[in-house]
């Protein structure tokens, strides 16, 4: 693809096409088809930089450009739909590599941050030994004294080594971070003494100042990442020169000149001092001796900070990452004595925690009107930096050095608030709120996410606190009245869950449904949360919440809960979904009276958001919690009540046709797996309704998705296993499933549900609708052995060979892979033997040790063309029986799949819990396969008298043949003929 105008003008009408939704993933679609042509990517460089295309296009060809990139640079990755990358040229690679660097410096801002993100992408595969010329030439632009460029050079750095910040310690690793400071550490140290002097020099000049700030910004944050895996040996002689210039740094006043023009974000120079105090508090704590002779001016520093910077919110990433250095200081017995001075304890708890945990304007504003930011802030532990955390925090690690001092203080406070707050409940309530979050920083010593607390501070009596100031807030009959400490108090319920004795959660159950009418949304979702958790909580190993506890409250609580969406600001609300799949899965059976009711309410839902692609929730958990409910109302309600099961399918059905119809990936996984659990619950023949969608299914479109891979094998599955052959009724449905196998086991990402297909197929159809396939399934199964033989593929071959010999004779399947070749099985076998250890799983190792018993006493081959090997099979399944299985060597199969989070909706699979598929096993006749061992060697030396033991005794090794002894005294056999 050459860069023509023609060409030119033909990608530039495809972006533009995908700026609208309507047409977007046509052209996204059209894209794609194009890419593996040489010269794609230089031709979306060439828009980038052609001032004749609209700025917009521009942008958009930026952003094509870079996720091209992250797709298919690295060429033993795999794309987001699962296939194979596209294949980008050699010469192509060496053009972007020469041109990327230049091209980035001389674009726009907005576009520099998009090739810079880009060239740490490919920097991550190539740098440094396949594009040793990258630093030098980056390094290079710190002449040119321009600071556009050198910020661009620098924001193209970042990235490129922020990786360093969590990447595991390796040998390969270290030896790039010594080439990178070998190259890049001298020159960025006398860059940052170059450019501090400017400050001064321009001090007048707000747009020189802006960009010389944003530029030490960058240079601290390289420098963070330099220095967070090792303290190199260049820096540590350099240390007084860093440190001086970060001293100043934080010692440098506000200048109205750069303060942000926005009251709730920083400017650029707390933006720089945020990032100081993130290097000081890792020197710290990592480096401390060497950080030692500083640390004094530092904590002087920054506690000066700390208490001359105002409550506005620009200044809250400041004020938590200066408390995160205090803390990481507090924390280390090296420094205790910094704190030991009397009265400085008093005077960090009264100036600097105080301050920072009394509830802000902005708090009450964002509780009524952004209930979502409010949440994630205050009860979910984000990785959003808040004050209130960050003096939570401070609390934590001046307790772990002085609990009792710090225990005493705080309590004085919490003391004087809950006495201010009694006089006037109404008007004082922020002391109360203010109280019941001073407690729970100071009780709260250990916590997980599942857990809540785990441990606590044996000072702080939570159990007293919970009767005299939390329990009361819930007995006040108006679930509004000071609302943000009704959400205090549901806080700390959750937070103590664990603590609190079970009386008191089955007394709180009637409580939480009635905080679910509330007006506030944050009550609402606490509320849920409180019902939510509480029901998982365990005492003395058992659930405290039983069905029988949970039914008779279930129809009030379903009301309640359903009843909540149609609130303002709760209509998409987690939390209470997750609540309703909750109380269904705490239920269990006694949820089949409502089941119908749920069915519907659920089925109404799903179709008002799958009307339209604009229509489906933001909300990735919301989305998942929506079918999880679905998932545990079938479970539990459906089974042995077809119609029942047809309530749920007509809820689903017409919700189905339009996500096919509006082609919404979205939701499209998650309906695989709930029609898959549906149609498992039917028995032959398969309902028409589900047949009509069959030949669907196996469109080559919707498996482009690697979301709907594993679902829609599911599905593919449970028609198999359900209709048997009578689903193949039409050849060509047959032959469309053996296409999506092939497809799937030539795929390392995906080969485990090839083999799931081929599984289904061989327990589920008759080996007389099998077998004209049989060599061309075989021939497809030894292909991909030979093109990509990794520890996952040779473990699946290998059980997929054994559940076929032991449901359909050995011979069989040794005479299809000797008809391939002749004594192919050899070379075969002998591959499957390596990997026989590395199975995991009770079920699976069983279907090996069945099928390779058949093969050992079933198999006239083994007697004959194969006797040499009969003696290690042996061998193999007494090592199965009795040796632990082995770590299979690792491989890089693709991202883990996980629930979207918060940063934004992207499609991919997250398997229902609810809807799992249950293990069959498929020789539940043979309860100790050590037994049936025997038993068919028995067998066998009764047809071949005489011929059994010789070889047992001269092909298996001496500690083999004592196992094998104590098998025939446990099944009361002296030998065998």
């Not at 960050?390 to 406070?413: H, K, M, P, W, Y």
């Not at 400490?485 to 937070?495: E, G, P, Q, R, S």
């Not at 149609?679 to 498996?703: D, G, K």
């Not at 909706?905 to 037994?931: E, G, I, M, R, W």
């Amino acid at each position: 693809m050459d860069p023509s105008d023609a060409h030119l003008q033909a990608l530039v009408q495809c972006l533009q096409l995908t700026l609208d939704p309507r047409t977007i993933k046509h052209a996204e679609k059209e894209l794609r088809g194009v890419e593996s042509n040489p010269g794609y990517p230089l031709l979306l460089m060439r828009a980038m930089t052609d001032e004749r295309v609209d700025p917009a296009l521009r942008q958009q060809a930026a952003i094509t450009f870079k996720n091209f990139i992250k797709r298919s640079w690295d060429p033993d990755g795999e794309t987001d739909t699962g296939g194979p990358p596209a294949i980008i040229s050699p010469g192509d690679r060496e053009a972007i590599k020469q041109k990327v660097v230049e091209l980035m410096l001389r674009l726009p801002e907005s576009m520099q941050k998009q090739l810079s993100e880009t060239i740490a992408i490919i920097g991550k595969s190539d740098f440094p030994d396949k594009w040793p010329n990258l630093l030098p030439d980056m390094v290079a632009h710190f002449a040119t004294g321009d600071f556009n460029i050198i910020n661009g050079v620098l924001r193209t750095a970042h990235p490129l080594f922020r990786r360093y910040r969590y990447e595991g310690a390796s040998n390969e690793l270290w030896s790039e971070i010594k080439l990178v400071l070998t190259q890049f550490a001298e020159p960025l140290t006398m860059l940052l003494k170059a450019t501090v002097p400017l400050l001064e020099t321009h001090k007048a000049n707000a747009p020189v100042l802006k960009v010389l700030y944003s530029s030490i910004m960058y240079m601290c944050e390289l420098f963070f990442s330099l220095n967070v895996q090792e303290l190199p040996e260049y820096f540590e002689d350099h240390m007084d020169e860093w440190m001086s210039v970060f001293h100043g740094l934080l010692s440098t006043p506000s200048n109205p000149l750069i303060d942000s023009d926005d009251p709730e974000r920083p400017g650029v120079l707390e933006k720089v001092k945020s990032v100081v105090c993130e290097i000081i508090a890792l020197y710290a704590s990592k480096y401390d001796e060497d950080f030692s002779k500083h640390m004094p001016t530092f904590v002087t520093c920054i506690w000066s900070l700390l208490t001359t910077t105002t409550a506005d919110v620009k200044f809250d990433v400041l004020v938590c990452t200066a408390m995160g250095f205090l803390s990481s200081v507090a924390e280390r017995p090296t420094y205790r004595e910094l704190f030991s001075t009397p009265g400085t304890l008093d005077q960090v708890c009264l100036n600097v925690v105080m301050p920072n945990i009394t509830l802000r304007q902005s708090d009450e504003e964002m509780f009524e009107d952004d209930a979502d930011e409010y949440i994630l802030r205050d009860i979910e532990g984000s990785d959003v930096d808040t004050r209130r955390r960050g003096a939570c925090d401070l609390i934590r690690a001046l307790c772990s050095q002085f609990e009792a001092e710090v225990t005493g203080i705080c309590s004085q406070f919490i003391i004087q608030l809950l006495k201010e707050y009694m006089a006037a409940p109404a008007q004082n309530w922020k002391q109360k709120d203010t109280a019941i979050f001073l407690v729970t920083s100071l009780a709260v010593k250990g916590k997980t996410a599942n857990q809540g607390t785990t441990q606590t501070n044996e000072l702080v009596d939570i159990g007293s606190f919970f009767q005299q100031h939390v329990l009361p807030e819930f007995k006040t009959g108006d679930v509004d009245a000071n609302a943000i400490v009704k959400a205090d108090a549901l806080k700390f319920v959750v937070t103590f869950r664990n603590q609190l004795p079970p009386p008191i959660h089955h007394e709180l159950l009637p409580v939480y449904n009635a905080h679910l009418a509330s007006k506030y949304a944050v009550i609402v979702s606490y509320a849920a949360h409180c019902l939510e958790r509480s029901l998982m909580v365990r005492a003395g190993g058992a659930m405290i919440f039983t069905p029988e506890h949970v039914g008779p409250a279930l129809p009030t609580l379903l009301q309640s809960l359903f009843s909540a969406f149609a609130k303002p600001g709760c209509q998409e609300n987690e939390y209470v979904m997750k609540a309703i799949m909750r109380c269904i899965s705490t239920a269990k059976v006694a949820v089949k009276p409502f089941a119908g009711v749920i069915a519907k309410q659920l089925g109404g839902m799903l179709f008002g958001f799958s009307r339209a692609p604009e229509c489906i929730p933001a909300k990735p958990f919301f989305n998942h919690f929506l079918f999880e409910t679905f998932g545990c109302t079938i479970r539990f309600g459906c089974p042995g009540d077809l119609a029942l099961v047809q309530t749920f399918e007509e809820s689903l059905m017409p919700s189905f046709e339009n996500l096919l119809k509006f082609d919404i990936t979205e939701y499209q996984p998650y309906v695989f797996q709930l029609l898959a659990q549906l149609l498992e619950l039917r028995s032959r023949p398969v309902p028409q309704t589900y047949m009509m969608l069959f030949p669907h299914l196996m469109a080559p479109v919707l498996w482009e998705s690697g979301a709907n891979t594993e679902p829609l094998s599911r599905l593919l599955q449970a028609y198999v296993t359900v209709g048997g052959e009578t689903v193949f009724a039409d050849k060509s449905l047959f032959e469309s499933y053996l296409g999506v196998f092939q497809k799937l086991i030539a795929q390392r990402r995906w080969d485990h549900e090839g083999f799931a297909l081929l599984g289904a197929l061989t327990t589920s159809v008759p080996l007389a609708h099998m077998q004209p396939f049989l060599v061309t399934i075989v021939r497809v199964l030894l292909t991909r052995l030979q093109a990509a033989n990794t520890p996952k593929y040779m473990s699946g071959l290998l059980q997929y060979s054994c559940l076929f010999m032991g449901l359909h004779g050995a011979p069989l399947y040794v005479q299809t892979v000797d008809s391939i070749q002749d004594q192919l099985f050899a070379m075969l076998l002998n591959r499957l033997l390596e990997n026989v250890q590395k199975v995991s799983g009770s079920l699976e190792r069983k279907v090996c040790a069945i099928g390779m018993i058949k093969l050992l006493t079933e198999t006239p081959a083994m007697l004959t063309t194969y006797q040499s090997m009969w003696a290690r099979l042996l061998e193999a399944i007494l090592k199965l029986f009795e040796l632990p299985e082995e770590d299979a060597d690792e491989e890089d199969e693709g991202p883990s799949e996980t629930i979207p989070g918060a940063g934004g909706y992207q499609a991919s699979h997250v398997k229902l819990a609810s809807a799992c598929k249950a293990d069959t096993d498929h020789f539940a006749a043979v309860d100790n396969p050590k037994l049936f061992l025997v038993k068919q060697l028995v067998a066998l030396g009764q047809q071949k008298p005489g011929q059994i033991m010789p070889m047992v005794l001269q092909g298996v090794s001496q500690q083999a043949q004592g196992v094998f002894q104590q098998y025939l005294a446990a099944a009361g056999v002296a030998a065998v003929p």
